[in-house]
Nanobody, 124 residues
Framework: QVQLVESGGGSVQPGGSLSLSCALS????????IGWFRQRLGNEREGVAA????????SYTDSVKGRFIIFHDESKKTVYLKMNNLKPEDTAIYYC?????????????????WGQGTQVTVSS
């Protein structure tokens, strides 16, 4: 069993930046792909970015390309999401999730473990 704990959410003005962290308690066969998802009020959960640890391979949804960066620190068992040039439409609860090697990165049902979520609010 792998536990994921997100941190780093908060409130920021449009154009600002935030960094989210996802700390894993351990690694197992179901923690090969680490994804960040978000859920806006009244919407379904959507994939934002993912990384295939321990490689540098990453994927992003189109709306965050060029603004968000996902990276990891293997020694700290932590995956980060650096969010720049934030927009009001980025406001959501952000979740990290872990899945096996066969995980389709943007598919919610493919992931095995989930964190509790952290709120990100972008508003002037």
């Amino acid at each position: 069993q792998v536990q994921l704990v997100e941190s780093g959410g908060g409130s920021v003005q449009p154009g600002g930046s935030l960094s989210l962290s996802c700390a894993l308690s351990t690694y197992d066969a179901n923690s090969f792909v680490i994804g960040w998802f978000r859920q806006r009020l009244g919407n379904e959960r959507e994939g934002v970015a993912a990384i295939w640890r321990p490689t540098p391979w990453t994927s992003y949804t189109d709306s965050v390309k060029g603004r968000f960066i996902i990276f990891h620190d293997e020694s700290k068992k932590t995956v980060y999401l650096k969010m720049n040039n934030l927009k009001p439409e980025d406001t959501a609860i952000y979740y990290c999730a872990a899945g096996s090697q066969g995980t389709r990165w943007a598919t919610v049902g493919d992931y095995t473990y989930w964190g509790q979520g952290t709120q990100v609010t972008v508003s002037s």
